[in-house]
């Protein structure tokens, strides 16, 4: 899944420091073609995409342990696919100021490596066009949700339903040509055929679930385990870790795939690293042990006996112990702030998200929270600097303001906006169960929120009323 940013929004890898992406209003617009798709919540959406199999089903059989080819011979799905992305949207985008490497790849693979064929600086329709034909090269078009109103529309939804950043490429590839070498990604991947048919060759993974993207050679890869021709309308999943390769076949004008990716960075081990170190800063708070001085020259290599090891177990096990009975608090800080931060924010074809919607709240008025699956409620040290010890705070992070322009691209936006979307609305421990209320009832009177006094009260509410998060009903 390319071009995320790892720990916050980071300037982008580009040999072209000054390029400026296209606005949101210069994006292409979505066609009328009908949705077979169901929008009306993150599972149904997902339902929708993998039907006839079900949800159930796909996680239980699927998920993570092998591939599954979905094969559609309905015309509403292949013809809506077809909406999503065209060949033919090409020559508007080059118009939009495409840069390679930043947008789009141009890409052949010979005798097993991958060439590629991109320019330097803004990408011209007509030189794309004659690497497609004269050099049957692959356009390999990145992030095209960023210009794609549907393709936003559905990675919005998906993000809600995995609670992870969902990334997309799109693969235009000639007849009897291959873009890519055989490789493994270190993402979940679901191929949906767009336009014309690819074969598409899968291997048993030499490093099942990987953490990395790689190729491989053929002579690792050993016999393929799927042969399979993937027709418009058709889609493919298969997990992290899969080797694959693919081809447009004789006989086709080309081949026109997207790819939908996800769980980049997303496993038990990730999580461990993550939620690690504040666990043991706060077991260390109230543990005298492990603030006792470890033995010395153990950083030169002089000390790491059996007792050493020995103790640091103990301490492990004991860490478990009280992690696994609820006795010690478990708090992800990094992967929930890196998934709001980065994620897409709400779809809408309004420009009023950020706009306080109705009326001021008053204490006798009913609220509700507005867009609850893009907020996210947690408790971290407070990140205001002073001499006192460290005090735990709520904050209310939300993506409303995370520009879509530049979703999965790594860039860098603009740093007031960067400080509202990392910082969020801040307040006190004492105000947690009050957000928890908001977050699990549908509707709910502003006098009984949990807090002591109706300045409290009202304060809460009009701060995320100011945010566009709460509504008066």
């Known amino acids: 899944m390319p071009k995320k940013s ?5 300037k982008r890898q580009s040999n072209v420091e000054d390029e400026q992406l296209p606005s949101k209003q210069s994006r292409v617009e979505h066609s009328d073609t009908p949705s077979p798709l169901c929008f009306d919540s993150p599972a149904s959406l997902f339902q929708s995409l993998i039907q006839p199999m079900d949800t159930e ?53 010979i ?28 356009i390999q078009f990145h992030q095209p949700q960023r210009f794609k109103d549907e393709l936003w529309r559905i990675q919005e939804k998906l993000e809600c339903f995995f609670g992870g950043l969902v990334g997309s490429n799109i693969y235009i590839t000639p007849q009897e040509s291959q873009g890519l070498p055989a490789h493994y990604d270190d993402v979940e991947v679901f191929i949906l055929q767009l336009e014309g048919e690819k074969r598409w060759l899968l291997y048993n993974p030499t490093v099942p679930l990987a953490t990395e993207y790689s190729v491989e050679s053929e002579e690792r890869i050993g016999s393929p385990t799927h042969d399979i021709i993937l027709k418009a309308g058709d889609l493919l999943y298969f997990p992290r870790g899969t080797i694959h390769q693919a081809s447009t ?68 096990r004991s860490l478990a112990d009280e992690m696994e009975t609820g006795m010690q608090e478990v708090r992800s800080t990094h992967m929930k702030r890196d998934f709001i931060m980065n994620r897409l924010p709400p779809y809408s074809q309004q420009q009023q998200l950020l706009t306080p919607s109705g009326r ?42 995370n520009p879509r322009v530049s979703h999965m691209m790594g860039e860098t936006c603009d740093e007031e906006v960067e400080q509202d979307i990392s910082r969020g609305l801040q307040f ?36 995320l009323w100011s945010e566009s998060l709460l509504v008066v009903l």
Not at 6 to 10: G, L, T, Y
Not at 57 to 69: A, I, V
Not at 129 to 136: G, S
């Open 249 to 316: 076949t004789a006989g086709v004008d080309h081949s026109t795939h997207l790819t939908l990716s996800t769980y980049q960075r997303m496993s038990w081990g990730d999580l461990l690293l993550d939620i690690f170190p504040s666990l043991l800063s706060d077991r260390s708070r109230t543990e005298v042990s492990l603030r006792e001085g470890m033995p010395r020259s153990l950083l030169l290599g002089s000390g790491e006996g059996p007792d050493s090891r020995r103790r640091l177990a103990t301490a492990l």
């Open 428 to 463: 006190p421990l004492s105000h947690l169960q009050a957000l928890r209320q908001l977050q699990q009832v549908g509707q709910l009177a502003v006098d009984q929120l949990q807090l002591p006094t109706r300045e409290d009260k009202l304060s809460l509410v009009l701060a």
């Open 6 to 10: 790892k720990a916050k929004i980071v």
């Open 111 to 138: 005798n097993g490596k991958k060439k590629v064929l991109n320019k330097e600086g803004q990408v011209k329709n007509s030189v794309l066009n004659k690497n497609f034909v004269q050099n049957k090269a692959t």
């Open 360 to 401: 001021i709240p008053a204490l006798e008025d009913m609220v509700c929270l507005r867009f609850k699956e893009h907020i996210l409620i947690t408790v971290e040290p407070s990140q205001e600097r002073t001499d006192e010890a460290m005090e735990l705070v709520v904050f209310v992070l939300h993506s409303l303001k």
């Open 57 to 109: 089903q796909f996680f239980r059989e699927y998920w993570e342990k092998k591939p599954l080819h979905l094969q559609r011979s309905d015309p509403r799905t292949a013809s809506y696919y077809q909406s999503l992305f065209q060949l033919s949207n090409l020559q508007s985008l080059c118009s939009q100021g495409l840069e390679y490497y930043r947008d789009i790849n141009v890409v052949r693979c």
